[in-house]
C-alpha cells in the first residue's frame, strides 16, 4: 500500500469551512484518478473522474470568486486569471489522458497537483484572510 497521492496535509488549510471541503474534495478526485491510471482502469472511467474534478474545480472557483465580489477583494482580476489557466491546464491534461499512455498520465496528474497545491497556499490563502479579516470588522456577519 502506498500513501495518498494527494495528501490533506499537502492541501493547506485555509480556516474557511465550505473552501477547505471543496479543496479536500479536489484532493480526494486526483486520488482516485491517480489510483485508476496506476490500476490501468478503462479510459472512459478515467475521464468520468476527470469530469468530476473539472466540476469540482469550476465549483470551488466559482465559490472563491463570489466571495472575492462580496468582500470586494482587490485581486479578483489576477486570481480570475488564474482560475481560467487552471480549465486550460485541465483541458490539456484531458487530451493526454486520452491517448492512454500510463507515464505522461501520472506526470500529467503530478504537474496538475503541484499547480494546485501553488494556487491554494498562495492564492486563494490571501483571499481565506481577507475574507477573516473583511468579516469581522463588517456590521452584520452573512
Ligand atoms: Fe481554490
Ligand atoms: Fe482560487
Same mark, same amino acid.
Given at each position: 500500500?502506498?500513501?495518498?497521492?494527494?495528501?490533506?496535509?499537502?492541501?493547506?488549510? $485555509? *480556516?474557511?469551512?465550505?473552501?477547505?471541503?471543496?479543496?479536500? @474534495?479536489?484532493?480526494?478526485?486526483? @486520488?482516485? $484518478?491517480?489510483?485508476?491510471?496506476?490500476?490501468?482502469?478503462?479510459?472512459?472511467?478515467?475521464?468520468? $473522474?476527470?469530469?468530476?474534478?473539472?466540476?469540482?474545480?469550476?465549483?470551488? @472557483?466559482?465559490?472563491?470568486?463570489?466571495?472575492?465580489?462580496?468582500?470586494?477583494?482587490? @485581486?479578483?482580476?489576477?486570481?480570475?486569471?488564474?482560475?481560467?489557466?487552471?480549465?486550460?491546464?485541465?483541458?490539456?491534461?484531458?487530451?493526454?489522458?486520452?491517448? *492512454?499512455?500510463?507515464?505522461?498520465?501520472?506526470? *500529467?496528474?503530478?504537474? $496538475?497537483?503541484?499547480?494546485?497545491?501553488?494556487?491554494?497556499?498562495?492564492?486563494? &490563502?490571501?483571499?481565506? &484572510?481577507?475574507?477573516?479579516?473583511?468579516?469581522?470588522?463588517?456590521?452584520?456577519?452573512?
Amino acid at each position: 500500500m502506498w500513501a495518498a497521492f494527494a495528501k490533506p496535509e499537502d492541501f493547506p488549510n $485555509l *480556516g474557511h469551512e465550505a473552501i477547505d471541503d471543496e479543496h479536500e @474534495n479536489i484532493a480526494r478526485l486526483m @486520488n482516485e $484518478l491517480h489510483d485508476a491510471i496506476h490500476h490501468r482502469v478503462a479510459l472512459s472511467e478515467q475521464r468520468r $473522474l476527470h469530469h468530476e474534478l473539472e466540476t469540482y474545480v469550476r465549483v470551488n @472557483n466559482r465559490s472563491e470568486e463570489q466571495m472575492m465580489e462580496t468582500d470586494s477583494y482587490p @485581486n479578483r482580476e489576477s486570481h480570475h486569471k488564474a482560475h481560467e489557466a487552471m480549465y486550460r491546464k485541465l483541458y490539456e491534461y484531458e487530451k493526454v489522458l486520452q491517448a *492512454g499512455r500510463e507515464d505522461a498520465s501520472l506526470q *500529467g496528474l503530478h504537474a $496538475l497537483r503541484e499547480l494546485l497545491i501553488r494556487h491554494i497556499a498562495q492564492e486563494d &490563502s490571501r483571499v481565506a &484572510s481577507w475574507h477573516r479579516i473583511h468579516n469581522i470588522s463588517a456590521d452584520s456577519p452573512d
